[in-house]
């Protein structure tokens, strides 16, 4: 299998820079949409937003391969997106459509798209990261030149499995990048309250490089580290451990409403400030990429595809109930056994 | 055909998979030395081909840190892109290191990604109970994962079934739990050499008989087993039924061989509070009430934790005293003093 070409920062094409901040604007349209959808009962349950993020989630994963594998976390949306999956079956399978990337049978906690690699998200912080390091085993021992990256937070940066990870594929040199979506709290708990040290510094540990990005609201600076790292991964010489400090702008989930102010105005003022769409908009035109025009007409272009999403979801039927029973395994013995055309139950009752 | 042991042929069908697909890789602490002689060549041949490591190498052998929850996710991630690992999670207490990665990936992935997953991975562990390793490694913790939909779970009692079972183990693109007696370890058979598959979900009734019927599971076969063969002695004629898989469950096998005597006694090594006696005394009595003539009966290990002393943990499994004790109870006859106390 040929290598991802992986072109250094400066040698990114003008489409490629515009690419993304496509995939940043269709992370910021695609939930601000699910915020709206969750705040009217159009979306059941919650999502967590990446708003805030896109530089961080974009940069990751345009240093990636089309052929790479990533594992994500609750706050997962911006991933299949980043990577270049359609909207339309991830809006679905937010609001349960059997159009749903997972057949409506994830969730926002759940979405995964193995089109583009991703292995999906995990609802328990820090339990995918393991699964990245699976899938670095896999692609060392089939040598087929893929990497895996595992996106995981601040918070799962102190689960024991990180470091159980960290070891395995650094002795084993995995191709693998651990990447620590710094976004300063843990729900409500600040980092640094919970963290001793620097997330990066720990790699150190293990003998291998851990990088701090502290501007993760610049996409290039992110591609940059995140591209060192996928290089490294590829030639064969293991991991790394790259952390970007970034902030989300809104709660930690949608329609949660703490009693507690953990996170004052002027610090979040101080990140809109320095806002990564609206920066790499300006850094386009200053560098003649876009015009004002042209990045307008972008802009509408994504929401143009956001509504065509929601429309997506809107045409798309429920699932049939017999859904929640399919994909449990990969043959029928089980279900066949337990509740068809058997003296002990039926499908049917089973509902 | 030849005579193998429980571990020999254990052995033998991990070599068998890994030379047929390449895809298979064996994961776990100790593998590389062949610690529990099952990664490497058995008596003679052992010296002529050597371990696993010389004959596959170290890229699908691979020797791992004392690691669990990451040893069970990778092997997950692994299954999940294109590998068919074996995981050799050496004490089946050890599994609890890596619960989440089990219940919550293993189990869930290919349901919650609407099919998108499948997770071709065999973990295997033995259960080193009834032999005086105290209560961090005697515990027989099956039953636990029958009660996480979508892992597989089997417990071969002989060794032609541990072959068959672990090739078709490796096949399924499930995950499968194999969860090995240590004291059956060392038990002999006639096993073809030759390649088979024994299927999941089908069990084997070991012995035929009328009066009363016997589900025995795991370590508790042979045991059932002597109990019948006690209690021929005394003019009681019993059936013997192993599952072999406890998920996927051969229910209507163990219907039929229940309502065949309608007298029926589960014998199952972990503890009976929820354990696969529980299930498959509950089976039975849904679905066969009408042929039952007694209730039925447990024979489990009380819900107590395993002592250290020979003394003391000897009396709490399910062995042929207690097995056959519970036969007659359900025939309303005792024990000839002759035969008291096998």
């Known amino acids: 299998m040929t290598a991802h070409p992986a072109p250094d920062v400066t040698e990114l094409s003008d489409d490629t820079l515009v690419e993304m901040q496509r995939r940043m604007l269709r992370i910021r349209r695609f939930d601000e949409r699910a915020s709206k959808m969750v705040k009217r009962g159009a979306i059941p349950g919650t999502v967590h937003t990446s708003i805030g993020q896109e530089a961080q989630v974009v940069g990751a994963c345009m240093a990636l391969g089309d052929q790479d594998y990533m594992t994500g976390n609750h706050r997962s949306h911006g991933h299949p997106i980043g990577k270049g999956a359609p909207l339309g079956p991830l809006m679905a399978e937010l609001v349960g459509k059997s159009g749903g990337v997972c057949q409506g049978k994830g969730g926002s906690l759940h979405l995964s798209n193995f089109e583009v690699g991703s292995l999906g998200e995990s609802g328990i912080v820090g339990g995918s990261i393991p699964i990245a390091v699976g899938a670095g085993l896999s692609a060392k021992v089939l040598d087929n030149g893929r990497v895996a990256l595992a996106f995981f937070g601040d918070g799962a940066a102190n689960q024991g499995n990180l470091y159980e990870g960290l070891n395995m594929s650094g002795v084993w040199k995995l191709p693998v990048i651990f990447l620590c979506e710094n976004n300063q709290y843990a729900l409500s708990t600040p980092a640094h309250t919970v963290t001793s040290g620097v997330i990066a510094d720990r790699a150190a540990g293990f003998g291998i490089p851990g990088v701090r990005v502290e501007d993760g609201q610049d996409v290039l600076a992110v591609y940059t580290a995140v591209n060192a790292a996928v290089r490294r991964a590829r030639s064969g010489e293991g991991p790394s451990l790259v952390e970007i400090v970034t902030y989300r702008y809104n709660e930690h989930s949608e329609g949660l409403k703490l009693g507690v102010d953990y996170r004052n105005a002027d610090e979040k003022a101080e990140w809109v400030a320095k806002d990564p769409i609206v920066l790499f908009r300006a850094e386009l035109i200053r560098r003649g990429i876009l015009t004002d025009e042209s990045a307008d007409a972008l802009e509408a272009e994504v929401l143009k595809e956001v509504d065509e999403a929601v429309a997506f979801t809107d045409a798309s039927p429920y699932p049939e109930l017999s859904v929640a029973f399919d994909d449990l395994y990969t043959d029928s013995v089980y279900v066949t056994r337990h509740f068809n055309g058997s003296p002990y139950g039926t499908l049917e009752a089973a509902r | ?342």
Not at chain 2, 14 to 33: F, H, P, S, T
Not at chain 2, 199 to 216: M, Q
Request: hydrophobic share 45%.
């Open chain 2, 1 to 342: 055909m030849t005579v193998m042991s429980y571990l020999g042929a254990i052995g033998a069908a991990q070599k068998e998979a890994m030379v047929a697909d390449d895809r298979v890789v064996i994961i776990g602490e100790d593998v590389e030395a062949n610690v529990y002689g099952t990664t490497g060549g058995a008596g003679k041949s052992r010296a002529v081909e050597g371990d696993f490591t010389q004959q596959f190498g170290r890229n699908r052998i691979r020797n791992t840190p004392i690691s669990e929850e990451v040893i069970v996710g990778a092997a997950i991630g692994a299954a999940m892109t294109g590998l068919r690992p074996i995981v050799d999670l050496s004490y089946s207490s050890f599994l609890y290191m890596a619960m989440d990665q089990f219940v919550n990936q293993a189990a869930k992935n290919r349901y919650m990604f609407g099919g998108q997953a499948s997770i071709p991975v065999v973990f295997r562990s033995a259960m080193f109970y009834g032999l005086n390793t105290g209560a961090h490694h005697s515990d027989r913790p099956y039953p636990m994962y029958m009660n996480v939909p979508g892992l597989k779970v089997i417990t071969p009692a002989y060794p032609s079934d541990a072959k068959g079972l672990l090739r078709s183990a490796v096949d399924s693109d499930d995950p499968v739990l194999i969860f090995e007696a240590c004291i059956l370890w060392g038990s002999k058979e006639d096993v073809d050499e030759n390649e088979y598959f024994t299927p999941l979900g089908v069990g084997r009734t070991i012995r035929e008989g009328s009066d009363a019927t016997i589900i025995a599971v795991s370590g508790a076969v042979p045991e059932a087993v002597a109990a019948a063969d006690a209690l021929a002695q005394e003019g009681i004629s019993v059936e013997v039924f192993d599952p072999r898989t406890l998920v996927p469950l051969d229910v209507e096998g163990v219907l039929t061989a229940a309502a065949k005597t309608g007298k029926v006694v589960v014998a199952d090594p972990a503890h009976q509070t929820c354990g696969a006696a529980a299930e498959i005394s509950a089976l039975i009595s849904e679905h066969v009430f009408d042929s039952l003539r007694a209730p039925v009966r447990r024979v489990t290990t009380p819900d107590m934790q395993i002592p250290f002393s020979p003394a003391l943990e000897r009396q709490l499994y399910p062995n042929r005293t207690r097995i056959a004790d519970a036969v007659r109870a359900q025939l309303g006859v005792t024990a000839p003093s002759a035969t008291a106390g096998v």
